[in-house]
Antibody
């Protein structure tokens, strides 16, 4: 069955960096758009970034553009999010998710999330 | 960016009640609208895509309707496992924005 398992979250000081990973299994990873979304405590959902199957189409939310980098490794069936210059406003649970269809826009499987806390 | 709003923000209902949640987009999104259910401490779960298509495995008591700017999620007979928060999300153009959510509590 489809599984997405995030890791790499934790406590980091403002200005610091973290690299999130998402291990995918149970489906042909290379065939799917993949995304990172986040949810701040008690708040709604924000789409952070997505990447197409070949890595040639990438989107970033304005709130993270220039600071975050999404990437994927087909050989490792893994998705990554490099987060630099972290701010308090980046504190959230970060979810990895798979898209259905030929675009990123609809998410059919999500991981359980990994918590990122940015605080001094 | 397309703004999504939902009403109500929360509601209290009883088992076997009919529940309706509305979602409005700030511009026409045709039928590019998804609904997700989220339970506390869990990831969201896709219920309906393209405004009215039930995702595989989702019970038929869930239904969606609407097009353009106004959409509805209906639960025909609320079950104990349906107490959760429901989000709409537009899939028309990036950023694919979400509504703020509607929390469904037990009355």
């Amino acid at each position: 069955q489809v599984q997405l398992v995030e890791s790499g979250g934790g406590l980091v000081k403002p200005g610091g960096s973290l690299r999130l990973s998402c291990a995918a299994s149970g489906f042909p990873f290379s065939d799917y758009y993949m995304s990172w979304l986040r949810q701040a405590p008690g708040k709604g959902l924000e789409w952070v970034s997505y990447i197409n199957s070949g890595g040639s189409t990438i989107y970033y939310a304005d709130s993270v553009k220039g600071r975050f980098t999404i990437s994927r490794d087909a050989a490792k069936n893994s998705l990554f999010l490099q987060m630099n210059s972290l701010k308090a406003g980046d504190t959230a649970v970060y979810y990895c998710a798979r898209s259905i269809g030929i675009s990123a826009a609809t998410l059919d499987y999500w991981g359980l999330g990994t918590l990122v806390t940015v605080s001094s | 960016d397309i703004q999504m709003t939902q009403s109500p923000s929360s509601l209290s209902a009883s088992v076997r009640d009919r529940v309706t949640i509305t979602c409005r987009a700030s511009q026409s999104i045709r039928s590019f609208l998804n609904w997700y259910q989220q339970k506390p401490g869990k990831a969201p779960n896709l219920l309906i895509f393209s405004a009215s298509t039930l995702q595989t495995g989702v019970p038929s008591r869930f239904s969606g309707s609407g097009s353009g700017t106004d959409f509805t999620l209906t639960i025909s007979s609320l079950q104990p496992e349906d107490f959760a928060t429901y989000f709409c999300q537009q899939s028309y153009s990036p950023p694919f924005t979400f509504g703020p959510g509607t929390r469904v509590d037990i009355k």
